[in-house]
């Protein structure tokens, strides 16, 4: 019988290996978390979990499934690699047993947003949204259709025959300096989207994308701007053009979303759609009326004439200079957690430019505080997201803006950037 391992039993690992056990593979299943009694009696009985330590057990295997939680310093990974054992992550074995049109969105941010704006616009067509964004590749295996896959640089640095028929690079900045070896190994994942694409695929990338000079994509390369003509997609006063192979199209449509990079994200969306075969009168009112997602700059109300975004999402400085650039109005910005090995002196300019304040909280506040410390920049320290929102408020007036935009990693606190939305919403749901 054959054998595979997979390291790391959440919802990824959890999909991969009842997958693996229908297609006749003996699974053994490594997680460094130690599990309930109750939640170990739920498994399949064929099933061996190895619990508190990720041992060379692993290397008995003939096929090793490793979830993108598992960074690439893991020394377990080391010793995958010395034995030359394939190791692959959950999206390649659901890839393989799939069939149908990929349209994969990767990108330092966004992606979440465009593969489920996507989704929505053509949901009710046999299609189906998959990946980083919540719902395991493999839970679909045998199926056919449209697949709409979020994949991160973590997923993409394993994948071995994964090809999208269209692969969408949103951005790409410094992120996740904590999993990755090294930045380039960050950039060479995010670009390993398109490294089994054909002539007849298409990669989109935004107009600011520089590929190295040893990448050479075989898909058709299309990129969106603003408002430079371009091979792809562009703005033109409240039109999106479409120029490809020599033919204009317009398509007059409504943003929904708040943001300069919102609409970023909605040509990316109209151009995989135009790809698709879509037209205009099919997909407008879909995509006219998509609301976004939670914790994504997401507007909860005001009090006193003071607007509040949450946008717990943002777990980079990235995402932060872009919630910030997206705001007219003066801002109090809060902004902390757990810091990814990423430098924040790149925001210092626009802090002093658009903020009235900063309240720094969570584990990496004073790392934080020495990367943007400046005598023009009010920065204040809070022990906790209801206190740094308490404190927010104390300083602004009517027409100012608090914007939650952390910038961080939530684990020093809370289980997942959307328990920490949460519990901001709550902060300010009860002043």
Same mark, same amino acid.
């Given at each position: 019988?054959?054998?595979?391992?997979?390291?790391?039993?959440?919802?990824?690992? !959890? %999909?991969?290996?009842?997958?693996?056990?229908?297609?006749?593979?003996?699974?053994?299943?490594?997680?460094?978390?130690?599990?309930?009694?109750?939640?170990?009696?739920?498994?399949?009985?064929?099933?061996?979990?190895?619990?508190?330590?990720?041992?060379?057990?692993?290397?008995?295997?003939?096929?090793?499934?490793?979830?993108?939680?598992?960074?690439?310093?893991?020394?377990?990974?080391?010793?995958?690699?010395?034995? %030359?054992?394939?190791?692959?992550?959950?999206?390649?074995?659901?890839?393989? !047993?799939?069939?149908?049109?990929?349209?994969?969105?990767?990108?330092?941010?966004?992606?979440?947003?465009?593969?489920?704006?996507?989704?929505?616009?053509?949901?009710?067509? /046999?299609? +189906?949204?998959?990946? /980083?964004?919540?719902?395991?590749?493999?839970? +679909?295996?045998?199926?056919?259709?449209?697949?709409?896959?979020?994949?991160?640089? !973590?997923?993409?640095?394993?994948?071995?025959?994964?090809?999208?028929?269209?692969?969408?690079?949103?951005?790409?900045?410094?992120?996740?300096?904590?999993?990755?070896?090294?930045?380039?190994?960050?950039?060479?994942?995010?670009?390993?989207?398109?490294?089994?694409?054909?002539?007849?695929? !298409?990669?989109?990338?935004?107009?600011?994308?520089?590929?190295?000079?040893?990448?050479?994509?075989?898909?058709?390369?299309?990129? $969106?701007?603003?408002?430079?003509?371009?091979?792809?997609?562009?703005?033109?006063?409240?039109?999106?053009?479409?120029?490809?192979?020599? /033919?204009?199209?317009?398509?007059? $449509?409504?943003?929904?979303?708040?943001?300069?990079?919102?609409?970023?994200?909605?040509?990316?969306?109209?151009?995989?759609?135009?790809?698709?075969?879509?037209?205009?009168?099919?997909?407008?009112?879909?995509?006219?009326?998509?609301?976004?997602?939670?914790?994504?700059?997401?507007?909860?109300?005001?009090?006193?004439?003071?607007?509040?975004?949450?946008?717990?999402? %943002?777990?980079?400085?990235?995402?932060?200079?872009?919630?910030?650039?997206?705001?007219?109005?003066?801002?109090?910005?809060?902004?902390?957690?757990?810091?990814?090995?990423? %430098?924040?002196?790149?925001?210092?300019?626009?802090?002093?430019?658009?903020?009235?304040?900063?309240?720094?909280?969570?584990?990496?506040? /004073?790392?934080?505080?020495?990367?943007?410390?400046?005598?023009?920049?009010?920065?204040?320290?809070?022990?906790? $997201?209801?206190?740094?929102?308490?404190?927010?408020? =104390?300083?602004? =007036?009517?027409?100012? $803006?608090?914007?939650?935009?952390?910038?961080?990693?939530?684990?020093?606190?809370?289980?997942?950037?959307?328990?920490?939305?949460?519990? +901001?919403?709550?902060? +300010?749901?009860?002043?």
């Amino acid at each position: 019988m054959k054998r595979a391992g997979i390291i790391g039993l959440g919802r990824a690992g !959890f %999909s991969s290996a009842y997958l693996l056990e229908k297609l006749g593979y003996k699974v053994f299943i490594s997680d460094k978390k130690l599990f309930s009694e109750s939640f170990k009696k739920t498994l399949s009985k064929n099933f061996f979990l190895e619990e508190g330590i990720n041992s060379e057990k692993i290397l008995m295997n003939d096929l090793v499934i490793v979830s993108p939680g598992v960074s690439e310093k893991e020394r377990i990974i080391s010793r995958i690699r010395e034995k %030359s054992i394939p190791f692959i992550d959950e999206i390649e074995l659901g890839y393989r !047993f799939i069939e149908g049109k990929i349209i994969a969105v990767t990108g330092t941010n966004g992606k979440s947003t465009v593969a489920k704006w996507i989704y929505e616009c053509i949901k009710g067509e /046999n299609a +189906f949204l998959a990946g /980083n964004i919540g719902i395991p590749l493999t839970e +679909f295996a045998f199926r056919k259709g449209v697949f709409v896959v979020e994949v991160s640089s !973590f997923q993409l640095k394993r994948i071995r025959f994964f090809r999208p028929y269209i692969g969408i690079i949103l951005n790409i900045d410094r992120d996740h300096m904590d999993w990755h070896t090294s930045f380039k190994d960050y950039l060479y994942s995010k670009l390993n989207i398109f490294k089994n694409q054909k002539k007849t695929d !298409f990669l989109i990338l935004d107009e600011d994308i520089v590929l190295p000079e040893d990448v050479k994509p075989k898909s058709k390369i299309l990129n $969106v701007s603003f408002n430079k003509e371009v091979e792809g997609v562009f703005l033109r006063g409240k039109k999106a053009i479409f120029k490809i192979n020599g /033919n204009i199209e317009e398509w007059e $449509v409504s943003f929904p979303l708040k943001g300069k990079f919102n609409i970023k994200n909605a040509l990316f969306v109209l151009l995989s759609l135009k790809i698709l075969g879509k037209s205009i009168k099919e997909i407008k009112g879909k995509f006219e009326t998509f609301r976004g997602l939670p914790h994504r700059l997401e507007y909860l109300g005001e009090k006193e004439g003071v607007e509040v975004y949450n946008d717990s999402k %943002s777990t980079n400085p990235h995402s932060v200079k872009s919630a910030i650039e997206s705001i007219e109005k003066p801002i109090i910005l809060i902004m902390g957690g757990l810091n990814k090995d990423l %430098s924040f002196k790149t925001l210092k300019e626009i802090l002093k430019q658009k903020c009235k304040k900063v309240v720094l909280f969570g584990k990496s506040q /004073n790392e934080i505080l020495k990367d943007i410390e400046d005598r023009d920049l009010n920065i204040e320290m809070a022990k906790s $997201v209801k206190e740094a929102l308490e404190r927010a408020f =104390k300083i602004a =007036k009517k027409g100012d $803006v608090i914007l939650f935009s952390p910038g961080c990693a939530s684990f020093d606190m809370y289980k997942d950037y959307a328990e920490r939305g949460e519990d +901001f919403k709550n902060a +300010f749901n009860e002043l």
